[in-house]
């Protein structure tokens, strides 16, 4: 199979209709979609209609989208009590087990049925969009059992054409060679191992006249760092991101642009408030909630992911329509609410990297003054460093940057060991 540009993988749309969708149009099918998956869940599967019935809803009562997003959002944190009193899959299964295709064992535990319908889990688009093209021969790391990321990815792979090589975890050595062997030119698996891999294939003396045959990579499951991806770019690999889960398959990905991950059309997914499941204003960092439009199988709505991100509802170069999700900051369990906006620590981490030569611990507090929350952030500096107002600003500038909130530098002479990354003192009467 020859080379393929990086013009042919960045080109076409895998459902052209449904990615040049105007915002309206979306809007409308969304809409609607969401409500007839509601009035269908509860009519056929006994736990939702249990769940929003001890929760006052009655589904007749919900006419429009304003009215969908004000109904309570199921937390996923809460699935294995569910799962566990309720046998089976806590009742939220709307067809009988038998016409189930597979069971997936999560860590939990947790059970995630796949149903019989083809493309179940909309990973075939996701693939085609971030740049597989059939006769790729992929090597596929995930793993193949007790996690359902080996299996959903090879079938995805598979429908859109491509020949897959499942190596899933581990054996690096043996992977390296299969790299060069098989003229393997696509990689499915966590960026990290994928830079393993190839350290490994240079030092068992590949390299040299025998170049790198990779040309594409789907990772997930992890954080690319920009610098990881620049590297793997190095090789001449184009390295794009999705955002995959157990329950709910494909719910985003990264298009030529690598400017945030686009929202799948098959889902109705909202930013929300962690504590009360209110949608937030555009851009806010909050709750990933997603309700599955077309999943007669195991109908999810509202359902609170516990992953953090902000939505990017701007256009985007690559000609898609739909809006992007911001990357996963975060558990939404390890935020803190200050001024009104979400606040992770890795938004604080964020801000001290900038300073990697002066910074050497922060930590935020956060007290309150009458109706106001107070953020100072507490600077501990390198030995040596010394505590300049100039440094001071461009701290609180980074800061302001990284979290959207104004705060105070103070420098200290020591962060306690083990002290949380956001410090909560205020009290509430
Ligand atoms: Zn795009």
Redesign the pocket.
Known sequence: MPKRTREERNSGYYDEKAEAMDRAERAAFQEKEAIRILRYAYANAPGYKKFLAERGVIPGAVKNIGDFSRLPVLKKNRMPEFHQTTPPFGGFLAVPVDKLKRIYVSPGPIYDPEGRKEDYWGLRKCLYNVGFRPGDIVMNTFSYHLTPAGIFLDEACNGIGCVTVPTGVGNTEIQAKTMTGLKVNGYIGVPSFLMSLIKKWEELGYGAGNDLTLEIALVAAEMLPPSLRRGLNDYGIIVRQAYITADLGGVAY????E??M?VSDDLYLEICDPVTGEPLPAGGIGEVVVTTLGNECYPLIRYGTGDLSALDEGT?????TSC?LKGILGRADEVTKIKGMFVHPRQVDEAAAQFPAEVEKIRVLVTREGVTDIMTVEIQLKAGVAETDTLKSSLEERLRESTKLRGSVVFVREIPEGSKKIEDRRTWH
């Not at 990264?254 to 642009?257: D, G, L, R, T």
């Not at 985007?316 to 898609?320: E, N, Q, T």
């Open positions: 990264e298009c030529p642009a400017n945030g686009h985007c170069a690559c000609g898609r992007r």
